[in-house]
């Protein structure tokens, strides 16, 4: 079966946390051609929408997900939001959670909202981070 | 924080505008430095699969570009408190060595106590890429501004 609208509430998580490297903050800067020295050097914060990288280790799970049939490549983002309680850091070890609020299924089409809660060592809440995905049932004839 | 950030700040002061040029090769980078493989950012094949005009910049691309000009204006990307942003056209990338430009600009929205909101557009070819765009920073101390004088 594929994704209904009885799907709201599901979750996904890692098991593992994700670990934050001044290495991976400076090579996403460099992608986004950023030269903020505040990403560089030995205690770098990351860029704020490094929280999507975070947030997609929750996102993949969800896309992957056998009873939702979803494919990746028909999957295109419609907005995002991100509240951020206080900056990614490297040294964090982050464990993101996502979480399907809203299906909404229309004609050739389906809009996935979800939240993923990002949190640190002890559920410090970090960052919160809404996002809506129009998945295309169908290839494109 | 520059102090220069603060002084004279009221609703409607631009920010410094930006410039950022969208090649495959930066497409490319930012799939690897961002880990989303979704090939319709790399692929002609998949991306007219999913009934794209062709290979589209990553729409967290566009969004973390854009919000360069909050953050090369408060110096600190720490203060950012919340950003969000609608993604209403597909950057289309062609594969060639020029890319496609796409510009940013921000201005101030509403000013509330330390707390400044700041209203982003993204043009490419005259089209706005990015829809409802707002970032919002803490500048850690009261802004003064007209709006609130007597």
Known sequence: ?141 | MKATVVDGLEIGTNLPPLTVRFTRERLARYAGASTDFNPIHYSEYFATQAGLPGVIAHGMLTMGAALRVVTNWVGDPGRVTSYSARFTRPVVVPDDAVGIEVEFSGSVFAIEGSLVTVSIEAISQGQKVLGAARAEVDLGVRVPHRDHEV
């Not at chain 1, 993923?116 to 995905?133: K, L, N, S, Y």
């Open chain 1, 1 to 141: 079966m594929a994704i209904t609208e009885a799907h709201a509430g599901r979750r996904y998580s890692l098991g593992d946390p994700y670990h934050v490297s001044a290495a991976k903050i400076a090579e996403f800067a460099t992608a986004l051609g950023d030269d903020n020295p505040r990403y560089r050097g030995e205690s770098p914060v990351a860029p704020p929408t490094f929280a999507a990288v975070i947030s997609a280790q929750a996102w993949n799970q969800m896309f992957a997900d056998p009873e939702l049939e979803l494919s990746l490549e028909r999957i295109v983002h419609g907005d995002q939001r991100f509240t951020f309680f206080r900056p990614l850091r490297a040294g964090d070890a982050l464990i993101a959670t996502a979480t399907i609020d809203r299906v909404r299924i229309r004609a050739g089409s389906e809009l996935i909202s979800a939240t993923v809660e990002i949190a640190g060592r002890d559920a410090e809440p970090i960052c919160t981070a809404q996002a809506t995905f129009y998945h295309a049932r169908e290839a494109a004839a």
